[in-house]
């Protein structure tokens, strides 16, 4: 649905995006996380088409979107800060959309108005951030895109809008195929929300996972014996991290459950657990083996 092949962008001498290739499939969500000045943002901008890559290619449902309206109707960004026309209220930003987008949908634009009470004739620069936002999201989710590109679109939202935003969103994705790629710092929320994640640094693409894989992929094992074997007992599995705390070993493998689980109950093992990963402490331990510190690549 969305595919960037080898893009690159340059600011002048600054290198913002190298060589990045990213394929976002069809009723997916793709989160993308970076420290600041990562290059999530102009990513983003190049495949809302509001930015031209310098170099490679970025298409739509096979379609280029820079400069190209008919691509443009389907594909919606809502940037980290909210941009209205100047002085105007919600109801002529609804007017506005409508002109512009041919599946604005009024109904619905009616529903989300009434259902996050806002005022659609009060003057939006008079609104605080959140409702800001808020407006943003009722006006995108009213002209029915296919695809959604979101920057950090949950700050400045209270708890409660916050999940009432992320499901509407859900329910799209459900029910019409919506595809998203969104932007955020925030690792934790990503985990619960997102099909895919990618980390991005200094304008590449560092790691890319599906979800689900990554959760099944990754085990945590605490294993007690009455006699501890000899350390070659890892050698049966992938490894990538390890501590021996007396009797107690804990480690974290790659591969899969049913394959770890039989190793294991082979050396008949006292207390044996499979515990949960975090998406975080997934990331410490892939990442940690290629070198980088996942600390200081995501903040929260
Ligand atoms: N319009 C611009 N002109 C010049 N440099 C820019 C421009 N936009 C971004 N940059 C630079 O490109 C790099 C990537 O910025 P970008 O905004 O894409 O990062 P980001 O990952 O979105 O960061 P943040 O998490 O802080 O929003 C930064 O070094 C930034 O200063």
Known sequence: MIKAVAVDKKFEKLQAVTNLSLHVRKGSIYGLLGSNGAGKTTLLKMIAGIYKQDKGEIKISEQPIYEMPETKQRVLFIPDQPYFLHQTSLLNMAWFYEQVYTKW??????????????????????????????????????????????????????????????????????????????????????????????IMHKGTLLFERDMDELKTDIHKLQIAFKNVPEKSFLDGMDVLHYEKRGSVVLCIVKGKMEDISAYVRSYNPAIFDLLPLTLEEIFIYELGGVGYEIRNLIVE
């Open 105 to 198: 949908n009024a109904k619905r634009f009616k529903q989300l108005t009434t259902h996050f009470r806002m005022d659609p004739t009060k003057n939006l620069s008079r609104m605080s951030k959140g409702m800001q936002r808020q407006a943003s999201f009722i006006l995108t989710l009213s002209a029915m895109p296919d695809v959604l590109i979101l920057d950090e679109p949950f700050d400045g939202l209270d708890p409660v809008v916050r999940q009432q935003m992320k499901n509407l969103i859900l329910q799209d994705v459900a029910e019409r195929g919506l595809t998203l790629i969104v932007s955020s710092h925030n690792l934790r929320e990503m985990e619960d929300f997102c099909d895919y994640v990618g």
